[in-house]
Nanobody, 124 residues
Framework: QLQASGGGLVETGGSLRLSCAAS????????MSWFRQAPGEEFEFVAA????????YFAENVKGRFTISRDNAKITAHLQMNSLKPEDTAVYYC???????????????????WGQGTLVTVSS
């Protein structure tokens, strides 16, 4: 079970921090990721982190603005979003995959568990 939190309304250029907490750790190849979907847009990958080793992955349109970190003890990942733009407005979903490999990390069907989504609104 995943619990996402931290969404809200922010002005352009502002920051928000999203968190995703898992109820239990399923495997040593645990990957936690964030996806988002804006109104009328396709579902898209945002960022991911491997709990073993901490490797991170980002979509091109958020590189340099977003960071992702994890707390292994709390089985939680945080998405720090800086320099937010109106086009970042979306519902953000966290997801966990237990058998994700690097080449498929941005694929929606790589993930086994999904959080409920949290709305991020960036005003212009």
């Amino acid at each position: 079970q995943l619990q996402a939190s931290g969404g809200g309304l922010v002005e352009t250029g502002g920051s928000l921090r999203l968190s995703c907490a898992a109820s239990k750790r399923a495997s040593t190849r645990y990957v936690m990721s964030w996806f988002r979907q804006a109104p009328g847009e396709e579902f898209e990958f945002v960022a991911a982190i491997k709990f073993d080793g901490g490797s991170t992955y980002f979509a091109e349109n958020v590189k340099g603005r977003f960071t992702i970190s994890r707390d292994n003890a709390k089985i939680t990942a945080h998405l720090q979003m800086n320099s937010l733009k109106p086009e970042d407005t979306a519902v953000y979903y966290c997801a966990v995959g237990t058998r994700v490999i690097s080449s498929t990390i941005a694929r929606r069907d790589s993930y086994d568990y999904w959080g409920q989504g949290t709305l991020v609104t960036v005003s212009s």
